[in-house]
């Protein structure tokens, strides 16, 4: 893929459980971001991980309702987006809304979450849908979709592909609470539905892998197909 190509942008929703402080990780991860920034533009968008979910099951210990739950886990997002933009000598002000994003001049643009009611997914597929973006990569700590989870069950198995409705049928579209830890929220898959762009899951700690997806080549993980399309 060359400057001018059928790739404009990118929208990577980058899972907070990637955000493991390795160095030699992070270290690569920026060089491949910079080099991909001067074919094409990159948005980020954060998760909260394990910062988020500390708070929030503490908060809800304490009797702290979902929405401000939610409002916390938001926070936490936009502090590990802080900390990932200056590691990419990115945006110096962290845009709280899809149109503060889309609106920010910058070759590379990361942010966390916005508002309540949904993850940092459906955030990253609002903005694949607004930015025009040509392709919505779900980077998680997983190789991609399974049929239960790889975490605890040895014999999951990994998806190649999969339709985004049937993802509705299993999960529906509603918002259930705040941290919780799943691959793809409702709200996200709703807004997928709706969209034109390329939909893949991958394991965010395999660049390579990454980069291979976002060129159009062959790779591990999962992509998310629409019927009719």
Request: hydrophobic residues 40%.
């Amino acid at each position: 893929m060359h400057k001018g190509d059928w790739i404009k942008s990118v929208v990577i929703a980058f899972g907070g459980s990637l955000l493991n402080f390795d160095r030699e990780y992070f270290e690569k991860f920026r060089k491949f971001i910079i080099k991909l920034s001067r074919e094409c533009k990159i948005y980020l968008v954060v998760g909260g991980g394990k910062t988020a979910r500390n708070y929030i099951k503490f908060g809800r210990e304490m009797g702290v309702s979902e929405e401000k739950l939610d409002r916390i886990g938001i926070d936490a997002t936009r502090l590990n987006a802080r900390l990932i933009s200056c590691i990419l000598d990115a945006n110096n002000i962290i845009p709280e809304s899809v149109e503060d994003a889309v609106d920010t001049h910058s070759p590379v643009v990361v942010m966390g979450g916005t508002l309540p009611g949904h993850s940092t997914d459906a955030v990253a597929a609002e903005l694949a849908y607004k930015s025009g973006a040509d392709i919505l990569v779900i980077a998680t700590d997983v190789k991609g979709i399974y049929d239960k989870d790889p975490k605890k069950h040895s014999d999951a198995v990994l998806y190649n592909e999969l339709y985004v409705e049937d993802l509705i049928d299993r999960y529906g579209t509603e918002w259930r609470k705040a941290g919780e830890n799943v691959v793809i929220d409702g709200p996200a898959l709703d807004i997928i539905r709706k969209a034109t762009y390329r939909v893949v899951v991958v394991d965010g700690r395999d660049i390579e892998n990454m980069e291979m997806a976002i060129r159009g080549k062959d790779f591990v993980g999962t992509k998310i197909k629409r019927r009719g399309a």
